[in-house]
């Protein structure tokens, strides 16, 4: 059998396996970038709406979640959001601010992608798609690689095959097997910023909500998250949902300010003489104050407040202020925008991304037991970590 060959293979076409190749190939190293699916990039091309969330200007490890606290902040120092901004204005590709330091391309996300892939000519990368690894054996001096392309020996083999998210994409678990293939510890994974699913009774009870958001407020295990939430014909979305999941597991009860900017309380007490409708009507939508005074208070919702009791008073309050409910489930992987869990950090160096006991096999990106909140966290970690390993590989 013939190999032909090459310094460094990548499995993995996305985010951060473009970065690595990026990063190795300034160095001089001959690089070969191998993925399965039709197209590369493609949660890129996906991403912030079509738009690409492609970092955040506000960097903090808080923002960060690994069973290991601090793997991840030596990458996130030496490859920062301005270095990929750097890169960014060099394409000359215009972007903007939406919120909380969330920074979108103008256009679309396709810019992002051409942009890595101009970067991978530049330093004469090649990239294979619609190729399958078959086989991958360790020898003395590197891997050799049976794919459906062509069989490889390389020095270096980097795993950069993302998680399990989004498997329309074309996410398989290829990473997590080549890790435990080698002898690697990896945590059970789970879908993380995903939309959470209500029983039946709750999605009757709110049937008339889908498509309907507020600011609220999204409390879970000691996690909080203050943006929009978002009512589905499934259950529950939106930006706060989708942070705060990542910090649910299944049987865990979830608390929702829905008036975060108010005390519902001293409001109450200066309008005794209005109804509970009319007052609510002044800070939620007619549609939202309407359904839910209808299944929560509905023979209260019409009585002037003076007419309430205080203790029924007190429950309104608590209601509006600590409504919990415990979700069904969420939407699992077909929704999610990350995998939670996967290749354990204390296997991996948090320099050069090599396995410890698996010589020149170096893994990065969302395969490893690293995720973010939303806001372009995501994407920092794989630009950081991807260019991290590649000044090694």
Not at 59 to 77: G, M, T
Not at 169 to 183: E, L, R, S
Not at 314 to 334: C, L, S
Request: some cysteine; charged content about 20%; glycine content about 8%.
């Amino acid at each position: 059998m013939t190999f032909k060959n090459t310094d460094i293979i990548i499995i993995g076409a996305g985010a951060a396996g473009l970065m690595a190749a990026i990063s190795a190939g300034n160095r001089g190293r001959k690089v070969l970038v191998l993925d399965h699916a039709n197209k590369v990039g493609k949660k890129i091309l996906m991403s912030g709406g079509g738009r690409c969330n492609f970092t955040n200007l506000d960097i903090q490890h808080e923002n960060y979640i690994c069973h290991n606290p601090h793997f991840f902040k030596s990458a996130l120092s030496r490859y920062t959001q301005w270095d990929f901004i750097d890169m960014v204005e060099k394409h000359n590709i215009d972007y903007h601010e939406k919120k909380l330091g969330q920074l979108f391309c103008d256009n679309k996300s396709k810019d992002i992608l051409n942009m890595l892939l101009d970067e991978c000519a530049q330093v004469k990368a090649e990239i294979k798609s619609l190729c399958t690894v078959n086989k991958i054996a360790k020898t003395g001096s590197g891997f050799k690689l049976q794919t459906n392309q062509g069989n490889w020996q390389c020095e270096s083999l980097v795993i950069a095959t993302g998680g399990l998210s989004i498997p329309k994409m074309g996410a398989t678990g290829f990473g997590y097997d080549i890790a435990k293939q080698f002898g690697l510890k990896v945590f059970p994974t789970q879908a993380g910023l995903v939309p959470f699913t209500l029983i039946e009774k709750m999605k009757a009870d709110f049937v008339e909500l889908s498509g309907t958001s507020v600011d609220a407020e999204v409390l879970c295990n000691g996690q909080s998250f203050r943006e929009n939430i978002l009512f589905t014909h499934r259950g529950l979305s939106g930006p706060a949902i989708l942070q705060i999941s990542s910090y649910w597991s299944q049987g865990d009860s979830i608390e929702i300010n829905l008036l975060p900017e108010i005390d519902l309380d001293a409001v109450i007490e200066q309008n005794l003489n209005k109804t509970l409708i009319g007052v609510l009507q002044s800070y939620l939508s007619k549609k939202l104050t309407q359904v839910l005074c209808q299944l929560w208070f509905k023979d209260m919702s019409t009585k002037l407040l003076t007419e309430i009791s205080k203790s029924d008073r007190q429950k309104i309050f608590k209601q509006f202020h600590q409504w919990q409910f415990t979700p069904n489930g969420t939407e699992g992987y077909r929704t999610a925008e990350v995998t939670m869990g996967g290749v354990d950090t204390d296997e991996i160096s948090s320099k050069t991304f090599e396995s410890y006991t698996v010589k020149n096999l170096y893994f990065i990106g969302e395969v490893l037991d690293v995720t973010a909140h939303l806001g372009g966290y995501n994407f920092q970690w794989a630009w950081s970590s991807g260019h991290a390993a590649g000044q090694y590989i």
